[in-house]
């Protein structure tokens, strides 16, 4: 049962990810400045290569929304739309 904002917080998400060879997550969810945000740091000092879905992502503050999905979350992640990831796989 997950307790904290990440999704990684309290859980054994890591572990089952690493168990699966799991290398590479897509990101998305509500809400950007919370479960997106604290997912992608730790999953991002985890080492795992990150993409968030920037129009599969919502916040009730647009402005601090696009400050993360244009300025913070690039740091740490490749951010593409969804037909941008569709059309990837």
Do not use: N, W
């Not at 897509?26 to 997912?39: C, E, K």
């Amino acid at each position: 049962m997950k307790h904290r904002v990440s999704a990684f917080a309290g859980t054994e998400l890591d572990l089952i990810l690493r168990a699966h060879d799991v290398d590479t997550l897509v990101l998305f969810g509500i809400a950007t400045s919370g479960v997106v945000l604290s997912t992608l740091l730790h999953a991002a000092d985890a080492d795992y290569r990150l993409f968030v879905v920037k129009d599969c992502c919502a916040d009730l503050d647009l402005d601090l929304h696009t400050t993360l999905v244009d300025k913070v979350f690039p740091r740490q992640a490749t951010v593409l739309s969804a037909s941008e990831i569709l059309s990837a796989v």
